[in-house]
């Protein structure tokens, strides 16, 4: 009895040490597809979400947002062009394999000021805190192929970091725009809300949206994979009848 009573005794004191959850997350999405076509120029979805308080209330607190939008993985290869007898040539180069072909980071303040840095790190928060695979030895800001593989992807709209991104509505609610250029690549999405206070991370939420084709082109996406071969020959049967089509159209008697 007694040492059962020792046991009782040390299981409250620490649970009276640990530190509760106080506070839990709850978002949602305006819609979770995405459909595209020849005509697509783009779209935006709205993100709203809720701080729900989960035992202790705060007094005032001053909440940050990090929404961090993730999208399908690739491999991309960046070479770098050397000038060869006055020709440019590609020279070295390095493949970031299974990297996101969308990234977006979105805050309500700037990132430095979230948390501090090792924290960013350790969270992969920001895309200069995002290792990607072909980062040799974790992130380097100064490899100049990942600085060009970022570029790329930045002058594409397809990597971004917004620090107005996040707005709060009330003290615990906010709202976010997530920006999707025309030139997203078809493929699930990851959407990972996380919730700080004074530079610590209380709780994260994670959801995912997909953007599809749709009409003509997801016909002719499905075909090229489903049926290599006869897409091929319907391909070259095509061209050839444009070919014969406009030797006729324009012939000269």
């Known amino acids: ?6 046991v009782i ?13 106080a506070e839990r997350l709850v978002f949602a999405l305006s819609s979770h597809r995405v459909l595209i076509n020849s005509s697509f120029a783009g779209a935006e979805l ?13 007094q005032n607190p001053s909440y940050d947002i990090v929404v961090t939008v993730t999208g399908p993985r690739q ?11 006055g020709i440019w040539v590609n020279a ?5 394999t299974d990297s996101p072909a969308y990234l977006a980071v979105l805050t309500n303040k700037e990132i430095d000021a979230i948390a501090s ?13 995002t290792v990607i695979s072909g980062d040799s030895g974790g992130v380097v800001n100064n490899d100049p192929f990942r600085a060009a593989f970022l570029r790329l992807n930045r002058q594409h709209g397809l990597y971004r970091e917004d620090r107005k991104g996040v707005t709060f509505l009330t003290p615990n609610l906010f709202r976010a725009g997530i920006q999707l250029p025309a ?16 530079g610590k991370l209380l709780a994260s939420q994670d959801s995912a949206l997909e953007i599809v084709k749709v009409g003509f082109e997801q016909f002719v996406a499905a075909a090229a994979r489903d049926h290599g071969f ?20 324009f012939r000269r008697d």
């Open 46 to 58: 709205v993100l709203f979400g809720t701080v729900e308080p989960n035992g202790t209330v705060r």
């Open 183 to 198: 030139s997203s690549p078809i493929g699930i999405y990851r959407v990972e809300v996380k919730l700080f206070l004074d």
């Open 9 to 21: 005794a040390l299981a409250v004191a620490i649970a009276a040490a640990s530190p509760a959850a």
């Open 92 to 96: 070295d180069s390095r493949t970031f």
């Open 230 to 249: 006869l897409y091929g020959l319907a391909t070259v049967t095509l061209a050839i009848m444009t070919g014969w089509l406009a030797a006729v159209v």
């Open 75 to 85: 491999d991309v290869v960046t070479r770098q062009k050397e000038r060869v007898v």
């Open 1 to 6: 009895m007694r040492i059962s009573a020792l």
């Open 117 to 129: 840095q090792e924290t960013l790190r350790r969270q992969q928060i920001g895309i200069d805190n």
